[in-house]
């Protein structure tokens, strides 16, 4: 029976949606741990300067993963690799062999690289976060701000060959396992949160991250192994990584762009005053499960398909499963995004309004998260648009959409952060419109009004760019928008009369009614969404059963033919 299960988690996985929904759902276990970590934070720390400590302390590291690990990422190495072992010698000759020296060299390299950057790092650690935070490295914590910066310096080097290793489970349809590595990586982090911040505080956590790396890594080895392309250490030859980092580096410089973007961010939250890192980035996660469940798993679903489809000259093909893509990501992201606005207030209470976190916190994480939400459909398009663009080999186009992201976000959150301190009428506008008047710390609602508003114009640029490969395909996003958006807005508005003729009934003086009312506000409006969906006949509705259904059924696990599922919905 073991066997039985074994086999069945390592087993390629066939069809876009079949892989796309069955990485959602191990998506979703982890964003659920990710979620249960985050409540033990806000019920341990609150709001406060030992949450912001935290937070602050992965935005170095996370910029080293961006600056090196990405010139080697996956999603380069997954059409080279795919590439040698569809070669005339195959997967038992030559191709294969040849495989192996690209990733062992590429381990290698990214081994030394990322080693000596984070060394670097780690010695300017000091310099570096006081002109970063200058608040936090005043903290009575500083020495452990500063050790545990040092610490998480690790991580990206073992994120990193988790990534390189990766290539061969997704190329292998193992989508399971690969799924199942952030699983495993939010486990490390509880664990450390639980067993060993008791005795050694915030370094304690830092080391349940580095646990959470390892398992990150090792879940890979034994499909690599088997595949026969497990890397050696090697001196790495710099002709060879080459051919691979030309074509890395704008994706590397886009991600570099990226976390330096949400460090700038975070760094301004920083001086909105106590809290504010941590309301800020608790909100950010919440909204980076949807995003995770929907925009991620699809792009992540899609890319090797597309590659594959570029590479064969199959450009009908590619637009056809890219349309298909767009068409699911607007289903699932209208809905969402407007029932997480109507709903905002109970889902942060359920999930973090316990212990330390009072009820500001509460609110004033509500309505950052309300915000951030808006943006969820821009970020599955600019998502799903950079791996269409890396498959096509036209890896400056995301770097231009992400160079003027961070430009319209920072700008605009510097902008309206002193907007709301300079301009008194409106900062008293938005802070009731979303609720939080007089809450200490409500500028940090600007910021990620500025954050949106660079995501909203990443995603215009991006879907007007993508008509240099895949001509005519905005046309054919109308229709599922207007339906999509349509749908949710009166959902929405249902939920909302829901809720307030329940909250006429029954005050929210507890977690049991809060839940409760939650919930059944949030069944109203996905039942009326569904309902004039099927009245419009939409086609990613009526898919969405049958694709549910062929997830489980031995059709899921069939010999890999087009990603495209056979009634293209």
């Known amino acids: 029976m073991v066997r039985q299960i074994l086999s069945r988690i390592s087993a390629p996985v066939s069809g876009l949606h079949q892989a796309a929904y069955l990485l959602a759902g191990l998506t979703l276990a982890s964003q659920v741990l990710a979620l249960l970590r985050d409540r033990m934070f806000a019920h341990l720390f609150g709001a406060g300067e030992v949450l912001d400590l935290y937070y602050a302390a992965f935005r170095i590291p ?54 000596a950057i984070a060394l670097v ?58 799924a199942l590595s952030p699983v495993l990586y939010n486990l490390g982090i509880i664990l450390g949160t639980a067993l060993l911040y008791p005795h050694y505080g915030l370094m304690g956590i830092g080391l349940g991250v580095l646990i959470g790396a390892i398992a990150h890594v090792a879940i890979h080895i034994p499909v690599v192994r088997n595949a026969g392309l497990m890397p050696r250490p090697v001196l790495p030859d710099f002709r060879l990584l080459w051919s691979v980092a030309k074509d890395s580096a704008p994706r590397s410089l886009a991600l ?11 760094a301004l939250a920083s001086r ?43 450009l009908e093909e590619f637009k056809a499963t890219l349309v298909t893509a767009f068409r699911h990501i607007i289903f699932w992201s209208s809905v969402i995004t407007v029932l997480a606005i109507v709903l905002r207030a109970h889902i942060v209470r359920v999930l973090y309004g316990s212990g330390a976190f009072d009820w500001d916190d509460t609110r004033l994480t509500a309505a950052i998260f309300a915000v951030l939400v808006i943006g969820l459909l821009a970020q599955g398009i600019v998502l799903l648009a950079s791996r269409a663009f890396y498959a096509s080999g036209r890896s ?35 802070e009731a419109l979303l609720r939080v008047p007089e809450v200490q710390g409500a500028p940090i609602v600007f910021i990620a009004i500025g954050a ?22 905005a046309s054919s996003l109308a229709r599922p928008l207007f339906e999509g958006l349509g749908a949710a807005i009166v959902g929405g508005a249902a939920a909302y009369v829901a809720l307030a003729f329940m909250g006429a009934l029954a005050p929210l003086t507890s977690l049991a009614v809060v839940v409760a009312e939650g919930a059944v506000a949030g069944i109203v409006g996905l039942t009326v969404s569904g309902t004039i969906l099927a009245y419009l006949e939409n086609q990613e509705y ?14 899921a696990l069939e010999p890999y033919g087009s990603m495209n599922d056979r009634s293209n919905t």
Do not use: C
């Open 62 to 115: 996370d910029l080293v993963y961006a600056l090196v690990v990405s010139l080697v990422s996956a999603y380069v190495l997954i059409p080279r690799i795919a590439g040698l072992l569809d070669g005339p010698d195959g997967d038992a000759g030559e191709g294969r062999a040849r495989a192996r020296e690209l990733i062992s060299h590429t381990a290698s390299f990214l081994f030394l690289g990322a080693g």
């Open 272 to 314: 909105t005053g106590e809290g504010g890192v941590s309301v800020f980035m608790l909100a950010a996660n919440l909204e980076a499960v949807p995003l995770s469940l929907i925009g991620a798993a699809y792009a992540t679903a899609a890319f090797p398909v597309l590659a594959e489809q570029v590479g064969g000259k199959r």
């Open 256 to 266: 570099t762009l990226g976390s330096f973007s949400t460090l700038l961010l975070v």
């Open 452 to 473: 949106t508003l660079g995501q909203l114009a990443m995603a215009a640029i991006a879907l007007g760019s993508l008509r240099a490969v895949a001509p005519g395909m």
């Open 542 to 555: 009526h898919g969405l059963v049958a694709s549910l259904r062929r997830l489980t059924s031995a059709e």
């Open 121 to 178: 790092a780690a010695v300017l650690a000091p310099q570096l976060l006081a002109i970063l935070f200058p608040a936090l490295t005043e903290s009575v914590h500083a020495d452990q701000f500063i050790g545990l910066v040092r610490l998480l310096l690790l991580q990206p080097i073992l994120l990193g060959l988790s990534s390189v290793l990766s290539s061969v489970t997704q190329l292998k349809r193992r989508f399971f396992l690969f």
């Open 396 to 430: 400056w186009n995301p770097l231009a959409v992400q160079f003027v992201g961070l430009v319209l976000s920072v700008v605009s959150a510097y902008a309206m952060l002193s907007v709301a301190y300079e301009y008194p009428p409106i900062r008293y506008f938005f």
